[in-house]
């Protein structure tokens, strides 16, 4: 089962990417908790694209709804691209996946981020969101109006995303500049989301 307080891991099994991967589909918008015990109960246990592909017609569905997911027909379309696409869980672009259904900039850059190592993406989601808006308000009041959802056009989420990086490097007094120390990008993520849940 994925354990929400802790979703970095860059050793996965096929079946365990697999696994991650749907969580982060499920995950968007709902309690992570209750979604990461939903998709175990789903699962059974079972490899999750060969579980998916077994399914026909509206068994899926079913399925799905017998441990309540949520989000039905999207998910179905989900799931169903998702293991038959064919992509290398990986190695492939977090762009490859946000051109699946149920898939965003946010939810691709969140799989990305935390099942590889030294990754450097920003997750635009609602706590990180939050927490630029209290960075941009202390150090330049007013100057700008950082979104409240995560953006969808790439180059929208492009610039916010740079904003973050700069917001984060100044946080943990480091430069992002070539040769500098590195910083966990999957850390200040998982670090920011629990602090975030807290409140």
């Not at 179905?76 to 290398?88: E, K, M, V």
Request: charge should be positive.
């Amino acid at each position: 089962m994925i354990d929400p307080n802790a979703v970095t891991d860059t050793a996965r099994t096929d079946a365990q990417l697999e696994e991650f991967l749907l969580f982060c589909v499920v995950v968007a918008g709902k309690n992570a908790d209750q979604q990461a015990r939903k998709l175990e109960a789903f699962l059974q246990g079972r490899e999750p694209f060969a579980l998916i592909r077994s399914l026909r017609g509206s068994e899926l569905g079913g399925q799905l709804r017998r441990v309540k997911l949520g989000k039905y027909a999207l998910l179905t379309r989900s799931f169903r691209s998702l293991a038959g696409s064919g992509l290398d869980l990986r190695q492939c672009a977090w762009a490859d996946l946000a051109g699946l259904p149920g898939i965003g900039i946010k939810t691709a850059k969140f799989f990305v981020l935390h099942s590889r190592p030294s990754q450097m993406h920003g997750v635009l989601d609602t706590h990180v969101l939050a927490w630029m808006r209290g960075k941009d308000r202390r150090s330049r009041p007013g100057r700008l109006e950082i979104p409240r959802h995560s953006p969808q056009d790439p180059a929208s989420y492009s610039f916010w995303e740079s904003l973050y990086f700069g917001l984060v490097c100044k946080t943990h007094h480091q430069t992002c500049e070539a040769g500098a120390q590195p910083i966990n990008w999957a850390r200040v993520d998982l670090d920011l989301w629990k602090e975030q849940r807290s409140r």
